[in-house]
């Protein structure tokens, strides 16, 4: 699954060059602090397409989806869907076919069972580049209030090589020269929900701060060196473009 991500780069870059006219000046960006712990329930950036325009546009949706035709909310809303069910399920296929979307971030947290604790690990590529997973959204009308709330959630598949060391599912990540195709009208692009190459990515283990969401700083992205990555184990956990090789140790994104 996807739980957490990384959302801190500026505007302009989370516009995954894609969007036109984003200015760091505007006072939505402003108003709006860098996620470093980004989770379910919360605002995050997300890329949509006017169907009838063609404009991109950076807008703010809560993670959880709740289809327009819910008369309540799901408890909780779905935050991930699977690649393999996605197009056939009630709750996803319609915004699956209509209402897809791109999740900009730096970077994504996923979890192993490590002497009797939950070790968080930031999974981003090694370059540093922000980088696009596949969504969905929806627009839905609270019957009580009359207000709108516009939701989203990732796609998720089978974990590549990398990731497949920690967790079996990982997120759907874009290749860049597949977003105009994503936020298109073709009804069902199967043929893109597929793990994206691990040679491209890289891993290292991070604070167990990262378990509880209230803690949303810099230092959460920090690499830790774990009991049993003495020596040459540390190497090949976090791979010979560890962050701490050619970033500065306090923001290896």
Known sequence: MCGRVVQASPPDKLGLHIVEGLDPRDNR?????????????????????????????LDLLRWGLVPSWCKD????????????????????RQAYAKRRCILPIDGFFEWRAERGIKQPYAIAMKDRSPFGLAGLWENWKD??????????CVLTTEANELVAEIHDRMPVILPTASYDRWLGL???????????????????AV???????????????????????????????????????????????
């Open 73 to 92: 909310k799901p408890k909780p809303p779905p935050i991930n869907a699977k690649a393999e069910t996605v197009a056939k399920l009630p709750m996803f």
């Open 143 to 152: 019957p009580a209030t009359g207000e709108w709330l516009r939701t989203f």
């Open 186 to 204: 073709e009804p069902d692009p199967r043929d893109m929900l597929k793990p994206f190459p691990a040679e491209l990515m890289t891993m290292w």
């Open 29 to 57: 960006f402003g108003n709006v602090p860098p996620r470093y712990n980004g989770a379910p329930s919360q605002f995050l950036w997300v890329i949509r397409r006017n169907p009838e325009t063609g404009e991109r546009t």
């Open 207 to 253: 604070s167990t701060r990262v378990n509880t969401p209230k803690n949303d700083d810099e230092d959460l992205i920090r690499p830790v060196q774990l009991p049993d990555q003495a020596g040459s184990n540390a190497d090949e956990v976090a791979g010979a473009n560890h962050p701490e090789a050619d970033r500065k140790p306090a923001n290896p994104l």
